[in-house]
């Protein structure tokens, strides 16, 4: 009965440091302590050229993150592409002249969305397109206008 | 003579698939037995002490070293970029995507799956296992049945603390011993590591390999030769066979969740 009890406890501390790991990984190492994923709503945006785009890249306001990328699609009748932003829904106090930009984080960081907020009392609801878009900064097309501008200038 | 040969490979053919189809119905009917478990909490408790508990030293030393190693590799290429302070992500990623899950798996595969096989074929060489049968105890369901529910126990518990593990020793190198900042080595593993793409893919890779090793290593016990050589070839079979699709499985499991 003693041995059974010992290898009882002994288990019973195994897995209760297996679930401490577990515990680590998700709270330490992964971004569960911050991401609240799945709720939110949906908005829309359309851009002429998202660059590297992908779903799962943050979008931003004011340097916070306030929601994440669902996907980038194509519409093919206007040439543009289609992105559903997921915004969180504490985040419910966007204007609808808001302003929506591809940035990149440095200058070969991975691309994100920056909201900047208009000054309308209007607010954003869910299913709603955001309507001023930027495109992406290509880093080739940047420095052919450059060089371009440079040589039209002497 | 041209037929004869074809007539062995047709033999073995027959024999591959004869043993496939006799390790399927051996893991259904320990699925089947899952009912014992509820019944006989005991029989599970020692086994996952023996496959869970005995191998949680060899696991946490090698969790701690290859972290380690990570930290120093990672930081020598990343250090060659200017991003030195991404080494907490490198480390991260690797261990509990890739490293955690196969390494814990190959090790328990040969430290528990080993033992297992040669538990089991000693039974058989000895006809315990006949003896039970006798009794009318179903030996699958009061032998096996428990070994196989331990191993899946306590492979994805094995793995985690072989991921957290790694982390702290990429942590001591990296932030210890290489002078990478501590609050950018946390913050940009936060922010890169996914709860559900890199950590629940991770668990679900070691419950796959926790099912497959155990199973290999219980079929091959099973399945050995009742002599003291038939069960020495099916331990090293055991050990071989898990390793080859640990590693093959690993693939897939790869390309079907992170493939895109």
Redesign the interface.
């Given at each position: 009965m003693g041995r059974q009890r010992g290898i009882e406890i002994l288990v019973g501390f195994f897995m209760a440091v297996g679930f401490v790991a577990l515990f680590f990984l998700a709270m330490q190492v992964s971004n569960l302590s911050a991401a609240v994923t799945g709720d939110g709503y949906r908005l829309t945006a359309r851009f002429s050229n998202v660059g590297s785009l992908k779903a799962r890249s943050p979008v931003t306001m004011a340097g916070v993150r306030v929601g994440r990328v669902e996907g980038v699609s194509f519409d093919k009748d206007t040439y543009e592409a289609v992105v559903t932003l997921r915004i969180d829904s504490a985040m419910d106090r966007i204007p609808d002249d808001t302003f929506a930009n591809v940035f990149t984080a440095g200058l070969l960081g991975e691309q994100y969305i920056g909201l900047e907020p208009g000054g309308s009392p209007e607010f954003l609801r869910d299913g709603d397109e955001i309507p001023h878009t930027q495109s992406a900064l290509i880093l080739e097309q940047m420095i052919g206008q450059f060089l371009f501008s440079k040589a039209g200038g002497d | 003579m041209l037929l004869e040969g074809l007539a062995r490979l047709g033999r073995s053919g027959l024999g591959a698939l004869e043993r496939l189809g006799r390790a399927h119905l051996l893991l259904a009917a320990m699925l089947l037995g899952a009912g014992e478990i509820i019944r006989r909490p005991?029989l599970l408790?020692?086994q996952?002490?023996n496959i869970?508990?005995l191998s949680?030293l060899i696991i946490g030393v090698s969790g701690l070293f290859v972290g380690m190693v990570l930290g120093l590799q990672g930081h020598y290429v990343l250090a060659q970029f200017g991003a030195a302070e991404s080494l907490g992500v490198m480390v991260?990623t690797s261990l509990?995507r890739e490293l955690g899950p196969v390494v814990t798996a190959l090790l328990v595969a040969g430290r528990a799956g080993s033992a297992l096989t040669a538990e089991i074929g000693l039974m058989k060489a000895t006809e315990q296992l006949s003896g039970l049968e006798m009794m009318a105890v179903d030996p699958v369901r009061r032998i096996l049945t428990p070994r196989f529910f331990g191993g899946l126990?306590?492979m994805?518990?094995?793995a985690?603390?072989f991921?957290?593990?790694g982390?702290l020793g990429g942590y001591f190198v990296g932030v210890g011993l290489l002078g990478v900042d501590s609050g950018s080595f946390?913050s940009q593993?936060?922010?890169?590591?996914?709860?559900?793409?890199?950590?629940v893919n991770g668990?679900i890779k070691s419950l796959v390999f926790g099912l497959v090793v155990t199973w290999i290593a219980l079929f091959q016990g099973h399945d050995a030769v009742p002599t003291s050589e038939g069960v020495s070839r099916a331990t090293t079979r055991s050990v071989v066979h898990a390793a080859l699709a640990v590693l093959g499985l690993d693939f897939i499991l790869t390309a079907l969740m992170f493939g895109d």
């Amino acid at each position: 009965m003693g041995r059974q009890r010992g290898i009882e406890i002994l288990v019973g501390f195994f897995m209760a440091v297996g679930f401490v790991a577990l515990f680590f990984l998700a709270m330490q190492v992964s971004n569960l302590s911050a991401a609240v994923t799945g709720d939110g709503y949906r908005l829309t945006a359309r851009f002429s050229n998202v660059g590297s785009l992908k779903a799962r890249s943050p979008v931003t306001m004011a340097g916070v993150r306030v929601g994440r990328v669902e996907g980038v699609s194509f519409d093919k009748d206007t040439y543009e592409a289609v992105v559903t932003l997921r915004i969180d829904s504490a985040m419910d106090r966007i204007p609808d002249d808001t302003f929506a930009n591809v940035f990149t984080a440095g200058l070969l960081g991975e691309q994100y969305i920056g909201l900047e907020p208009g000054g309308s009392p209007e607010f954003l609801r869910d299913g709603d397109e955001i309507p001023h878009t930027q495109s992406a900064l290509i880093l080739e097309q940047m420095i052919g206008q450059f060089l371009f501008s440079k040589a039209g200038g002497d | 003579m041209l037929l004869e040969g074809l007539a062995r490979l047709g033999r073995s053919g027959l024999g591959a698939l004869e043993r496939l189809g006799r390790a399927h119905l051996l893991l259904a009917a320990m699925l089947l037995g899952a009912g014992e478990i509820i019944r006989r909490p005991g029989l599970l408790t020692a086994q996952v002490f023996n496959i869970g508990v005995l191998s949680v030293l060899i696991i946490g030393v090698s969790g701690l070293f290859v972290g380690m190693v990570l930290g120093l590799q990672g930081h020598y290429v990343l250090a060659q970029f200017g991003a030195a302070e991404s080494l907490g992500v490198m480390v991260a990623t690797s261990l509990v995507r890739e490293l955690g899950p196969v390494v814990t798996a190959l090790l328990v595969a040969g430290r528990a799956g080993s033992a297992l096989t040669a538990e089991i074929g000693l039974m058989k060489a000895t006809e315990q296992l006949s003896g039970l049968e006798m009794m009318a105890v179903d030996p699958v369901r009061r032998i096996l049945t428990p070994r196989f529910f331990g191993g899946l126990v306590a492979m994805p518990l094995l793995a985690a603390m072989f991921s957290a593990v790694g982390v702290l020793g990429g942590y001591f190198v990296g932030v210890g011993l290489l002078g990478v900042d501590s609050g950018s080595f946390w913050s940009q593993m936060q922010a890169k590591v996914d709860f559900h793409e890199d950590i629940v893919n991770g668990v679900i890779k070691s419950l796959v390999f926790g099912l497959v090793v155990t199973w290999i290593a219980l079929f091959q016990g099973h399945d050995a030769v009742p002599t003291s050589e038939g069960v020495s070839r099916a331990t090293t079979r055991s050990v071989v066979h898990a390793a080859l699709a640990v590693l093959g499985l690993d693939f897939i499991l790869t390309a079907l969740m992170f493939g895109d």
